[in-house]
Structures are given as C-alpha cells and as structure tokens.
C-alpha cells in the first residue's frame, strides 16, 4: 500500500489553516484505476473525476467524518491526527481502490486542500447489502529536523 500525505496538507499545516477542531474533512472513494501524486493532487477539484459516482449507497462529495482526536506521540516525534470510522451500506456493489481525506472548510489560499490517500493495496468490492467501514482513520505528521542555513 502506498497511503501519504499531500505535499500541499503540509504547507497548510505549517501555515495554521487547517483547524482541526472547527474545519469539515470529508472522505471520498476513489475509482480502482486512480493513482494518486502528492505533488499534482492538491485540491478536491484534481481528483474528482476519478470519485466514485453517486450510485450504491455512495454519494459523491463523500462522507463528513466525526471525533476528530490530535495526539501527541513522542516515540514517532509526531501529531497524529484520528477520525472514527467511516462507513457505507451498499445498496449495489461497490468498488473501490482508496479513499482520499480532503478538508471542506478551507476557501483561500486553495479550496478543499487534500489531506492525503488512503492506498486499498487493490481494488475492494462490497456487494450489495454489505458494509464498507475504513477503520482506524488517521495521518502522522511528522517535522523534519530543522538546520540552519550557514550564512
């Protein structure tokens, strides 16, 4: 699997727009043909075309996902930011090959900047009548150790 941040979730975070506690995170599923790039995928717009559509108990634009936890881990050195589970009641298969976390709630300087992409490891069928739940939802953000620049 090949889940990771968006390089522009980073900027975001270093510059204190993204509010973890008052913002809207959606998450979206992601046709099994989608490859994601941390540096093109800024923006829900660059990705959108590759959503699932509204069909089988999925609707495009996502799912709003609740209990957001920030937790401070000093054996990795970093904040890891949670979400509880996220899930869907297919009312027709549905197939998907990952999921995408991107914030609702930012207009400017970008709008609905990316978190990140949750890799399947494969495309992921749910038939008709099952559940698909993406647990333990959650991103480390970890700061690199700064250096001076020699002047």
Known sequence: MA?????RFKDLVARGLNDFNSHTFNIILMD?????NRVSHEVYA???GFELPTL???TAGGQVLTGVMLTQNDTLNALIVSWDNASWIASADLEAGGAIIYNDSIASPIIDPILGFIDFGGALLTLNGGT?????????????DSHPLAV
């Open 3 to 7: 889940s990771m941040t968006a390089n």
């Open 32 to 36: 099994r043909d989608f490859t994601f």
């Open 46 to 48: 660059d990705v959108s």
């Open 56 to 58: 089988g108990g999925y």
């Open 132 to 144: 698909k739940t993406i647990a333990n939802l959650a991103f480390v953000i970890r700061a690199r």
